[in-house]
T-cell receptor, first 116, second 113 residues
Framework: AQSVAQPEDQVNVAEGNPLTVKCTYSVSGNPYLFWYVQYPNRGLQFLLKYITGDNLVKGSYGFEAEFNKSQTSFHLKKPSALVSDSALYFCAVRARNAGNNRKLIWGLGTSLAVNP | GAVVSQHPSRVICKSGTSVKIECRSLDFQATTMFWYRQFPKKSLMLMATSNEGSKATYEQGVEKDKFLINHASLTLSTLTVTSAHPEDSSFYIC?????????FGPGTRLTVL
């Protein structure tokens, strides 16, 4: 069965420090991988995706993520955290051969708190 | 680009009434849209996949007669919560698919009294 795990319910980091939000997945075949961010009472905003090519993907707001096939991981990173990065982060995956449905499998979310 | 709107952003209704939520892709056409429900501090629960010009595909456990979905054009999908009850109170979010990526609306907070 396809699944996504975000092992940390909450991540706390000091402003200016690097941040990592972890994501591992289980899917048959090669995956499409996504990160989204959600601010309070808002919809989700697309951050970045891995489809193919370079394993290191750069996205919005200075975020990046690295696809690691052997570890089946797609951790989200940022070199220097901002207080405004505090939000809920979701990792999602779908199988490359998902057909016309193409629905995403979602992690449970990680709440990131950046402390001033 | 890839902007999705939702209307209304917030609605309060009485138990037993119906509520319609609209989801529009503003700058692209979307053959496929998705409807999600989100509980407080919880992940997204996919309710159904909406396909333009055809019937929606509902996830297991979602009542299709209660949550009516219509996707009449390439830029508009609607979700109607029929005979709403307090347990239907939630945050409903739609997304529209462009190429391989889903872009999300800002969500609708439904409160049923």
């Amino acid at each position: 069965a396809q699944s996504v795990a975000q092992p940390e319910d909450q991540v706390n980091v000091a402003e200016g420090n690097p941040l990592t939000v972890k994501c591992t997945y289980s899917v048959s075949g090669n995956p499409y991988l996504f990160w989204y961010v959600q601010y309070p009472n808002r919809g989700l905003q697309f951050l970045l995706k891995y489809i193919t090519g370079d394993n290191l993907v750069k996205g919005s707001y200075g975020f990046e993520a690295e696809f690691n096939k052997s570890q089946t991981s797609f951790h989200l990173k940022k070199p220097s955290a901002l207080v405004s990065d505090s939000a809920l982060y979701f990792c999602a995956v779908r199988a490359r051969n998902a057909g016309n449905n193409r629905k995403l499998i979602w992690g449970l979310g990680t709440s990131l708190a950046v402390n001033p | 680009g890839a902007v999705v709107s939702q209307h209304p952003s917030r609605v309060i209704c009485k138990s037993g009434t119906s509520v319609k939520i609209e989801c529009r892709s503003l700058d692209f056409q979307a053959t496929t849209m998705f409807w999600y429900r989100q509980f407080p501090k919880k992940s997204l629960m996919l309710m159904a996949t909406s396909n333009e010009g055809s019937k929606a595909t509902y996830e297991q456990g979602v009542e299709k007669d209660k949550f009516l979905i219509n996707h009449a054009s390439l830029t508009l999908s609607t979700l109607t919560v029929t005979s709403a009850h307090p347990e239907d109170s939630s945050f409903y979010i739609c997304s529209a698919r462009l190429s391989d990526t889903q872009y999300f609306g800002p969500g609708t907070r439904l409160t049923v009294l």
